[in-house]
Nanobody, 123 residues
C-alpha cells in the first residue's frame, strides 16, 4: 500500500504564510496527479490546488494568486505554499495522490489521502 504523510500546518496570523508538505512512500509505479484539499468544520471538502504529471497546476478561486503548488517527483513529495493567509483559510488540509499501480496486468490510478494537517489563521 501507499502511505502519505503530511506536515507544515499550524497557527499563523492573518497575512502570514505556511508551507505544507506531503510525502508518499510505498509501492509506486508513477504518480498521475497530486493535490491539496481542505475541510472546515461543518463544510464540504474542497479542492485547493492540484498538479498533474505534465506540470499543469490548477487553483481554487479563493486561493488563486496567494498559493503555489509544487512537487519534487524524485521524492514523491508535493508542497503547498500559502501566503497572505486569511481567517477563511482555516481548515484541515489533506493531500491526495493519484498513484499508478498494476493490478492483474492492468495499469490504473488509485487515490490515496494524507492524515490531514490543521491550519488555523487567527490574530
Amino acid at each position: 500500500q501507499v502511505q502519505l504523510v503530511e506536515s507544515g500546518g499550524g497557527l499563523v496570523q492573518p497575512g502570514g504564510s505556511l508551507r505544507l508538505s506531503c510525502a508518499a512512500s510505498g509501492s509506486i509505479l508513477s504518480i498521475n496527479a497530486m493535490g491539496w484539499y481542505r475541510q472546515a468544520p461543518g463544510k464540504e471538502r474542497e479542492l485547493v490546488a492540484a498538479i498533474i504529471s505534465g506540470g499543469i497546476s490548477k487553483y481554487a478561486d479563493s486561493v488563486k494568486g496567494r498559493s503555489t503548488i509544487s512537487r519534487d517527483n524524485a521524492k514523491n513529495t508535493v508542497f503547498l505554499q500559502m501566503n497572505s493567509l486569511k481567517p477563511e483559510d482555516t481548515a484541515v488540509y489533506y493531500c491526495n495522490f493519484a498513484v499508478v499501480r498494476v493490478v492483474a496486468g492492468i495499469v490504473r490510478s488509485y487515490d490515496y489521502w494524507g492524515q490531514g494537517t490543521q491550519v488555523t489563521v487567527s490574530s
